[in-house]
């Protein structure tokens, strides 16, 4: 499950573009992080909201992935992000989870973390439901 | 008001790492257009779903600024995307719109397009709440 | 059409206990109006958003339907309501629209009006996903 | 902090409608229930969407109305509810939870559960905005 899950994940580019990487993959649950580069900023200098979508969403849709058949890939159909403070910190770590596998819905949270040191703080949560698709 | 976006949109370097340019700017209405660059994709090879959120928010929050007071920056509270149709073509166009301006909260949605010659296909919908912060 | 419609809304209780009606029905697109009822009401005896939600949800649910077989029933899988304005008025209604049709999920999206004689207000919008189901 | 909120849930007449019940107040956390009244189904009789979100929204708006100081009122700004599972069983409880506090927005979650004796079983998760209005 985790080489099939690192495998997809290096073929997204966009995950390289934003030096995100897989932390840790388990049944139902899926941690990427990525660093705040400096080309992955908004205009205050922190990160930019996209950063957190895109590492929420993905570690929400690879946690969706760990409950599907083998034979399938996932995609986002919907997504919804609140935004609870600034993306300020030494990187950014997202924790997908899946709260109901589902043969044609599968139901995902994610939860956003800036981390600093020791220290984390929560950022921004995500909602949504991811599609399988047959490969 | 349209120098006052050019100027923060060119300190967003996250818009830069995803080669988005400033299409239009009106009042209440912003448009946001993207290519489908090789470092913004996912594994299948078409936009990464975080472009097209990338694009819609941003062009949904600058929509947003052009009804809120000089003296303010605009921040996402929230927003959430209805993902239609791969995100496949030429490039993306985000049109953002407001559909409630406020003292407090400025209700948006945004609409993301992907554009093959004259031919446009809707990929993607946005919802979502801007509020105004002090700069 | 529309009497597969109204036969299924007849058959929905929480409608007649909010005194709902389908004012309207066509392909893609399905008008429920409501009035603000003494037991419909939150603490500032205005419309409880509920009722916002209820009449959104219902009329892009049905909305869905008309571009669904004829076998199924529709289902609504997530939805997303932002208040713009308190629901004061003599009734309000919902306007359901498909924005993506498709044989797993159709997008939809409900805007509702607060209405007082000819005027109208815009105090809520929806934007959200129904699946079939087999009746 | 519960009787302001017991009196001020007293006051919304759609939860007498629908038989809604505080069933206890913590910072921070509030649960309410609801039977699923032959008033309140949609047309497969079970429980109407509406009916998950309208204990799930209060549920939520009263958690953050915990964290409020004490002359305000709580008002929704936006909420989403993914739906996970039929509504069916003795009662419906949602518990509505403060993700983050702040002075501006107060950014919710909560949990529906479908009660049928010993046995709950996740129905429906919702996230969204609430914000603090002067009484």
Redesign the interface.
């Known amino acids: 499950m985790e080489d099939r899950i690192r495998s ?2 290096a ?4 995950m ?2 934003l030096g995100a990487e897989v932390e840790s993959v388990a049944a139902g649950e899926v941690v990427i992080t990525a660093p705040i ?8 200098d922190v990160a ?4 957190s ?2 590492i929420g ?2 570690a929400a849709g690879y946690a969706a992935l760990t409950v599907m058949p083998e034979d399938c ?1 996932v ?11 600034p993306g300020a910190g030494e990187h950014l770590r997202a924790t997908g989870k899946v ?2 596998p589902g043969r ?2 599968v ?1 995902v ?1 994610a939860e956003v973390h800036a981390v600093t040191g020791h220290e984390e703080k ?1 950022v921004a ?1 995500l ?3 991811m ?1 399988p698709v047959t490969a």
Chains 1, 2, 3, 4 share one sequence.
């Open positions: 997809s994940f073929k997204q580019s966009m390289q573009t580069l400096p080309g992955s900023r908004q205009q205050h930019h909201a996209a950063l979508f895109a969403d993905t890939e995609m986002t159909a919907e997504m919804k992000i609140n935004l609870l403070a709260i109901k044609r819905l139901i949270t929560l949560i909602q949504g439901t599609v």
